[in-house]
């Protein structure tokens, strides 16, 4: 492996760094939006309980708050919900956007990574074919083998490049996917929660 670094010359450089930082951003991504971390099961119920014991105060709001990114929309829409239901949902929503943006963090820098990857990979084999081509010129074409050799040490970039860009675009793709099914679940416990507090549900909020 170190004999391919070092043969595909300092270009190997950015791309190794780029594979390192993808590699840190899908494990941080990964523990990150878990189901459980962003829309707990048992929070609505849990809410709909301190609401009907009378136990929502401001200490409980805060827990509710700091508990996951739809208990901060809880709590949004919980302290505007005497405002009225257009009120509530619109400080939900509010907070929906925010919530949103901290679910997609570090996804443009990994979309970022996928698409300059493969260009340094690129751009490494254009720069060992400069310096192929540079010692044909000094030496003439009487040595296969160093032609050979050095158009294959101009391809480990390349090589190199599609090898991080293809891994970092497709879990780019799959968080993308993750974060829109989070959306739609916090969406959903949401609006069971204006349903409840204004009285349009009388079920069970497990339901």
């Known amino acids: 492996m170190l004999e391919l670094v070092q043969a595909g010359g300092w270009l190997m450089l950015p791309i190794l760094l780029c594979s390192v930082a993808a590699a840190a951003i899908c494990i941080e991504r990964f523990w990150t939006l878990q189901l459980s971390r ?109 032609l050979a050799g050095g158009i294959s040490q101009a391809l480990i970039t390349t090589a190199a490049g599609l090898g991080v860009a293809i891994p970092a675009l497709m879990f780019h793709r799959y968080f993308l996917r993750r974060v829109d099914d989070l959306v739609v679940v916090m969406e959903q416990e949401s609006s069971k929660l204006v349903e409840i507090m204004h009285g349009d549900r009388d079920i069970d909020p497990r339901l």
Do not use: C
């Open 38 to 146: 962003v829309a707990p099961q048992h929070l609505l119920t849990d809410t709909w309980d301190a609401l009907k014991h009378s136990q929502l105060d401001a200490n409980r709001l805060r827990d509710i708050r700091a508990s996951s990114p739809l208990g901060e929309i809880f709590a949004a829409g919980l302290s505007n919900a005497r405002r009225g239901r257009e009120i509530m949902k619109e400080a939900m929503e509010e907070a929906a956007d925010a919530v949103m943006h901290e679910l997609e963090r570090y996804l443009t820098p990994l979309g970022t990574i996928a698409s300059i990857s493969p260009l340094l990979g690129l751009l490494g084999t254009v720069v060992g074919m400069i310096k192929v081509f540079t010692q044909l010129m000094s030496e003439g074409v009487g040595n296969p083998a160093l």
